[in-house]
């Protein structure tokens, strides 16, 4: 959409496109699931954009607020510039490659207490603190440097290389004897103060000798002062948390409270103002001065580095590469900027969410730890976001003093309106039809908020909105399921909703999978071409030969071969190999189903009177079934898998069929071993395809609707379909063959395997 359509929209236009969309792409998804072959209740869908469940969200919203979990705070948040909002960690992407601008910087000392380290004393007014930072942009919200109290730290004198005549020139081509001509020309402190276990490296790295003339603990440090390099304001130095390490940098933090959790953590421990020039599009306000009206993350960030250049202040520039957040929607960068936000504590509820963690069964299970460590670590979650779809957070504000209005009544009210008529009526309802009638009197002293809830509280209110509001489900759910990113997403805002407002984890068991590569274990991405479309699997290409279809069931089949516990492979030769054991699978019922053209029910032969190879077979038939439930029961599919292969086109195929062919062919139509033969067919062919079922519906029921003869169930009724037929019960009888029969059947199926097809049985 272009920039002018875009102005002509208003929030009920707006939002109506974005229902527009979440239906049509509901639909197209829909489509695809029904085609996979994937069950689902597909004519009445659970949409967080249903007013029912948008009225069961603000429920649990209401919960948290009367319970105190609520909050409003002003504090630095993820901020999207492109998106103009607030954003949670789960909704941000850390792509490879972003490259930012990191600097070395020295802020001038202007007051040493009487308490700091006589060298600091002897040496000042002539020293400096080094910083390093690879966000230059955050130098004009600078409220203080924090160090580390365990850490120590020294005083060091700076002196060029003997050869310093000789050009140096950094990897940016920044000239490195920068520092050095400042220091001969009297515009530099000539003493740093730097991490003591980093002094190496910044001799390096600066080109430089650094000559220790004494260290101290961090803690010596402690309410010195400086003066900004960009501003005329002293700041304090202040003792920081463990986030100060010597991995990198110099040991000193710039510490800018309004861009940083970490530095706002430490900021309300000291008092520090929160100082955060940049407005909702990630520019420089006028409070920035001289940077006013600059991108942060362009123009502004190199014009705080060269400002920081002519005041002398900046000793080093250079590129440096790391992981940094962008918004997982635009994938344009982010920032940190300090907000009026509406917060959940998670603090309030941690110690519940951690123990309910313990109590529900993790698939695989390091999911368990993944997900503890965020927990125990996170921060309170930011639920408001600056947009216009979504549901509102049904808050009122006073239009002289700002206060909040936000109530039990005015959350039921809104609640039931949006019940009825979706949250749309936030929109276009005024303020005295939204507040409820005890409030109605005073509607014009009040205006309705304008900000919206996080995706992740509309996701992770499904519990109440679905398990809880439908008839026929049951909560906590058996299992939830989704890729491993779900730990910060998903599973993590549903686990807190739940908790927070009923002290129970709203899942029993949780599976993670992997994210699926192509052959070469490569990331997909259409920009390689290496992208594999499941419709295009299962349909097959403009190209069939190329690209032939497979249909759905041997894309199921390749979901059940592959340890989903890690990322898994998919391409053209996979799916070739995974189509031959289908086509294989296929043979075998085709086998079953032909020999058992003339075969009645009433025709089986009573497991005493089998041949000991039948009930060999039965025998391995029942272990065969009962280690497949067990498996799925465990969901482990690649066993299945492997199990199916095994026993179904390679231990009958290979000899069961092969000793079965004289007795089906050679007897009598109606024979003793011909029935007996038959008799173990068909419990194969009932017992398979029904196991199979969940994995390859097509075939079996397929298979199903040709069985030459009718299927009862327990209560007399026929089974139609294959699914109504349910799992196999095992006849105990099959499980009782004498140990000394397992053995030498277990032995002669071994030997037929190694000689075939040299050796042919006869029986």
Known sequence: MDPEARKDLTPLKLRKKAA??????????????????????????????????????????????????IYRGRKPVHWSPSSRTALAEAELEYPEGHTSKSVYAVFKLVNVPETSPNVLKDLFPNVGLAIWTTTPWTIPGNAAVAVNEQLRYAVVEVHPYVHEAEEIVSTTGRDQSNLVSALKNGQRDQFLVVAEDLISTLQSKWRVNLQVKGTFLGSALEYCRYIHPLENRECPVVLGGDYITTESGTGLVHTAPGHGLEDFSTGMKYGLPVLSPVDDGGSFTEEAGQFA???????????????LDESWSLIMEEAYKHKYPYDWRTKKPTIFRATEQWFASVEGFRRGALHAIKQVKWIPSQGENRITSMIDSRSDWCISRQRTWGVPIPVFYHVDSGEPLMNEETIAHVKSIVAQKGSDAWWYMNTEELLPEKYRGEAGKYKKGTDTMDVWFDSGSSWAAVVKGREGLFWPSDLYLEGSDQHRGWFQSSLLTSIATTGRAPYKSVLTHGFVLDER???????????????????GGKNQKEAPGYGADVLRLWVSSVDYTSDVMIGPQILKQMSETYRKLRGTLRYLLSNLHDWKPESAIMYKDLPLIDKHALFQLANVINSIKESFECYQFYKIFQIIQRFVIVDLSNFYFDVAKDRLYVGGKNSQTRRSCQTVLAAHLLCIVRAIAPILPHMAEDSWQHLPFPYSREDGSLAEFVFEAQWPRINEDWLSLAKEEVEFWTKALEVSLSLSPCVHWHM
């Not at 009206?293 to 502004?300: E, H, I, K, Y």
């Open 293 to 307: 009206a600059l991108d942060v993350l362009g123009d502004g960030n190199t014009a705080v580095v060269k400002a």
């Open 20 to 69: 527009e969309f979440a239906k049509k792409t509901v639909n197209l998804q829909r489509r695809s699931f029904k085609r996979y072959g994937v069950w689902g209740d597909w004519d009445n869908p659970y949409l967080t954009l249903a007013p029912e469940y948008e009225a069961a969200q603000i429920e649990v919203f209401g919960q948290m607020v009367l319970l105190g979990h």
């Open 521 to 539: 274990g490569h990331k997909m991405s259409k920009s390689l071409g290496n992208v594999i479309d499941p419709w295009i699997v299962i349909e």
